[in-house]
């Protein structure tokens, strides 16, 4: 159950209803970047010089005129203008937040403040994502500002919850380890999604159709000039511009990852399950995890369905809030005060 302090109650349900539009944005990011309609409008904010996709004859006339190289496609169009509005709304959203947080002393005030940063930057990546046409290093950053961006959102929420104690019956060394745990798991899965962003902006997707690592030689292929972020100057990075060694290098490398996401996460999962009252964050892992392994062997072997791989996607990023969720819950527990932790500590013999 979950206890709201009453002077807060709106300010929680502003900060849940932009969480849940966050995971659309999130969503539609996925969607749009996996139906090639991230150049859909080649322009920036608008669409071939307009507010909307253009319709009648006339404004379709004029895009013609003012973009050459690039014909109208109406239905990419939409998907990534019907992004960008989404994305501009949640964007409102977190100006409220920021509004709301700083009139009330006792709210946080920190993580709006992260939060109006990152959708500025955000919004740049998205700018640079269409202008610098669609370079891998760009549209990586843009995947991983998303990711932030609904992970803050989720943090400020978890915030304003009034907190829960996790940590009874439990020893300082064991709520130690736990922490250190938690850390270690969530920059593993950053760096996972990370390579899956990697993997998804360089066309490396369907590169190898085999389980469990490639049908290709890729010790022979490996070429560790794959995983260069500043790439040589092309025209358009759209259907990429690796070769097929370098390709199968970050599909291999984001399979390895795969396999050490796996053991991280089943790691926590164990710790977690040690603790009573961390049991439901344990099966919450466990199921989110096999979920992700499914979808990514479909993705494999089903040559990448766009609905399982916007599951992927958005499921990963599930998986991250999961981490997030016990990262925070252990973190908020090791704070309390000093004397919260007296009883925890063993007895010590008298005389």
């Not at 990586?140 to 803050?152: D, P």
Request: proline share 5%; charged share 10%.
């Amino acid at each position: 159950m979950i206890t709201i302090n009453n002077n807060d109650r709106y300010f929680f349900y502003l900060v849940s209803f932009s969480f849940v539009l966050s995971l659309a944005v999130v969503a539609l990011g996925a969607f749009t970047r996996l139906t090639e309609a991230g150049l859909g409008c080649p322009d920036w904010p608008g669409c071939y010089g307009f507010l909307t996709v253009p319709e009648t004859e006339f404004e379709q006339q004029t895009a013609a005129a003012f973009f050459p190289q690039t014909p109208l496609e109406p239905q990419k169009a939409w998907n990534e203008m019907l992004h960008r509005y989404i994305a501009g709304m949640l964007g409102l959203f977190v100006v409220v937040i920021n509004i709301m947080a700083w009139r009330q002393p006792s709210r946080p005030k920190l993580l709006p403040v992260l939060l109006l940063v990152m959708v500025f930057i955000q919004a740049l990546l998205g700018m640079w994502t269409v202008t610098l046409v669609l370079m891998p290093v760009v549209v990586m950053a843009h995947l991983l500002g998303g990711f932030s961006i609904v992970s803050l959102l989720w943090l400020l929420r978890l915030q304003l919850q009034l907190p829960l104690s996790i940590i009874t019956n439990m020893t300082l060394k064991t709520l130690y380890w736990l922490r250190i745990a938690a850390i270690f798991s969530v920059v593993v899965v950053i760096s996972q999604i990370a390579l899956g962003g990697w993997t998804a902006a360089n066309y490396a997707a369907l590169v190898c159709s085999q389980l469990p690592i490639c049908e290709a030689d890729w010790r022979q292929l490996f070429d560790a000039k794959a995983f260069l972020l500043l790439q040589p100057q092309h025209d358009s990075y759209q259907y990429g511009v690796l070769d097929y060694g370098q390709r199968v290098s970050i599909h291999v490398v984001h399979r390895i990852g795969a396999m050490i996401t796996t053991v991280a996460v089943l790691a926590l999962a164990w710790l977690c399950w040690l603790q009573p009252l961390l049991r439901r964050y344990s099966l919450g892992l466990v199921l989110l995890l096999i979920i992700q392994i499914a979808l990514g062997v479909t993705n494999v072997v089903a040559s990448l369905p766009l609905a399982v791989a916007v599951a992927h996607n958005v499921t990963g990023l599930g998986l991250l809030l999961a981490m997030v969720t016990v990262s925070y819950r252990v973190g908020v527990g090791s704070r309390l005060p000093r004397e919260v932790y007296q009883p925890l500590k063993k007895e010590q013999p008298h005389g």
